[in-house]
């Protein structure tokens, strides 16, 4: 059971319920400005989301999973993975910026780097040690021409 609570999704709806709790019940008469957030927040969730769905693609398309905590079969390296070796958690990272602004929730602003870090404790670095384990090589040499996040 405590396996399927952590994941990634499950961490970023619970950091939404923060962000959006906070903005309904403690805005302090804060705000990030209208409709220029509304906005940026729009293609904040729109990019993120995009992120998401071309990775999951490109893993599904390769025939490995897209489960954190489970051994990868194949070491994946075109598409987005070109650009960023965990596209899926940037774009986590981006859809809950993208609702921060929406939300108008300026004070869960700190849920973003408290997100990220527990992205990369929980699975990033996990993930990649798996990795690093299995494809020796070929996962030293893709971290030379791919950063982790952008």
């Given at each position: 059971?405590t396996?399927?609570?952590?994941?990634?999704p499950?961490w970023?709806?619970?950091?939404?319920?923060?962000?959006?709790?906070?903005?309904?019940?403690?805005?302090?008469?804060?705000?990030?400005g209208?409709?220029?957030?509304?906005?940026?927040g729009?293609?904040?969730?729109?990019?993120g989301?995009?992120?998401?769905?071309?990775?999951?693609?490109?893993?599904?398309?390769?025939?490995?999973?897209?489960i954190?905590?489970?051994?990868a079969?194949?070491?994946?390296?075109?598409?987005?993975f070109?650009?960023?070796?965990n596209?899926?958690?940037?774009?986590?990272?981006?859809?809950l910026?993208?609702?921060?602004l929406?939300?108008?929730?300026?004070?869960?602003?700190?849920l973003?780097p408290?997100?990220?870090?527990?992205?990369?404790?929980?699975?990033?670095?996990?993930?990649e040690?798996?990795?690093?384990r299995?494809?020796?090589v070929?996962?030293?040499?893709?971290c030379?021409?791919t950063?982790?996040?952008?």
């Amino acid at each position: 059971m405590t396996k399927w609570i952590d994941l990634p999704p499950v961490w970023l709806a619970l950091m939404i319920a923060l962000a959006w709790a906070q903005a309904r019940f403690v805005p302090l008469g804060l705000s990030f400005g209208g409709e220029w957030a509304d906005f940026a927040g729009g293609v904040l969730v729109g990019g993120g989301l995009i992120l998401m769905v071309l990775a999951a693609h490109e893993l599904r398309r390769a025939q490995t999973t897209v489960i954190p905590h489970r051994e990868a079969d194949k070491l994946v390296q075109s598409g987005i993975f070109s650009r960023s070796r965990n596209p899926i958690y940037l774009g986590d990272v981006l859809v809950l910026a993208g609702l921060i602004l929406r939300f108008d929730a300026v004070l869960a602003l700190p849920l973003l780097p408290v997100f990220l870090w527990i992205l990369e404790k929980r699975f990033v670095i996990p993930e990649e040690n798996r990795l690093r384990r299995k494809f020796r090589v070929d996962f030293a040499r893709y971290c030379q021409k791919t950063r982790r996040w952008i």
